[in-house]
Each structure stands twice: as structure tokens, then as C-alpha cells.
């Protein structure tokens, strides 16, 4: 399958109400935020499914909810929020702490 670079905004822009939404295969994107570990997200069902997951290093995949504007998930106390908007970023808060925004790069398993 012939990869491409795509921020998480493009891929989401391009492919949730399309190509992710109808795809026969999870489209898979791999993304690396400064100072975080890998993060993987698989989207089987596209935006208002209920089986796309986001695993974050060797952890074990939890369920990600995909919206119109933001992508979340919970880690333990952690909420993992994304931006559907660019450049490519992720919100990490716990309670009793601040709220923590690291930006990166993703890749895609959406073909051209």
C-alpha cells in the first residue's frame, strides 16, 4: 500500500466522511509528537463510530472518539485531545495539572 505523508487535519479532512467511512481496511496513521511517545490511531468506522482506537507506545489501544473538529481519548487520568485543524497537535491534561500541547507530524496509510 503506497503511503503518504498527511497531518492529522489532511488525513481527517480527505478521508473520515469519505474513504475511512466506506474503506474495506482500517486506515492507519502513525503519528510522532516532540516529546511523546508514537502514537498509532486506526480508524475502522470514521467519525461517530465507535470502534477507532489510539494506542500510544506499547500501550494497550483504547477507544478514540472522533468528532467534527477534535478527536479524544482517555489513558488512565489522562485525556489525550486532538485538533482536526493544522499544524498537527495533541492536548494532553490530567486533574490537577496543566494542560499540555505538543505538536508533530502523522502518516497515513490513506492511498493517493
Known amino acids: 500500500m503506497k503511503k503518504r505523508q498527511s497531518t492529522i487535519g489532511m488525513m481527517i479532512m480527505l478521508g473520515t466522511t469519505t474513504s475511512i467511512a466506506i474503506a474495506s481496511e482500517p486506515t492507519i496513521v502513525s503519528c510522532q509528537f516532540e516529546k511523546m511517545p508514537p502514537m498509532i490511531l486506526i480508524f475502522r468506522g470514521g467519525m461517530g463510530a465507535n ?62
Open 51 to 112: 470502534d477507532n482506537t489510539l494506542q500510544v507506545g506499547q500501550t494497550k489501544p483504547v477507544p478514540l472518539s472522533v468528532g467534527s473538529s477534535l478527536m479524544t481519548a482517555e489513558y488512565g487520568a489522562q485525556e489525550f485531545v486532538f485538533s482536526l485543524r493544522l499544524p498537527a497537535n495533541v492536548s494532553v491534561s490530567a486533574p490537577g495539572q496543566d494542560t499540555q500541547t505538543f505538536y508533530g507530524e502523522c502518516v497515513s496509510t490513506l492511498q493517493q
